[in-house]
């Protein structure tokens, strides 16, 4: 009895060790990039709007696709209304809050297990696009 008591002591140890040195051995940014793309890659994102700034004025609506998602293989895509894939790109993360793809970076302003805010600003610095999207149930 005691010597199972003792190995799943020593088996708990073990793995704190073991945790301690892997959040010990990743820096911070490693760590919100991982959770980062943890929670985009999470299912489909639905757009809830999709406005340009200029130089601080009033938004107008532009287009942008409906359904997106982001799988673990780091690939963007686009679905269309009856959930087919009609576009599928690689994406990359830069540094903890910006994503590319399609040849755009894009800053993660939200990101979180219900809403994503993508703002791409353009060479210009005064045009500014805003995707928010909320995740698809």
Request: glycine share 6%.
């Amino acid at each position: 009895m005691k010597s199972t008591f003792f190995k799943k002591i020593s088996l708990i140890t073990f793995m704190l060790i073991g945790v301690i040195f892997f959040m010990t051995s990743c820096s911070k940014d490693d760590v919100n990039r991982a959770g980062n793309k943890a929670l985009l890659t999470a299912g489909k994102w639905e757009l809830i709007s999709a406005t340009r700034t200029v130089d601080g004025q009033a938004g107008v609506t532009i287009d942008a696709p409906a359904i997106i998602s982001f799988t673990s293989a780091n690939h963007y895509r686009v679905y269309d209304d009856q959930g087919s894939v009609t576009h599928d790109v690689p994406f990359t993360f830069d540094d903890k809050n910006t994503i590319s793809f399609d040849g755009i970076t894009y800053d993660l302003t939200t990101i979180n297990s219900s809403n994503l805010t993508l703002v791409y600003t353009h060479a210009d610095n005064v045009t500014v696009d805003t995707f928010n999207y909320k995740r698809k149930l």
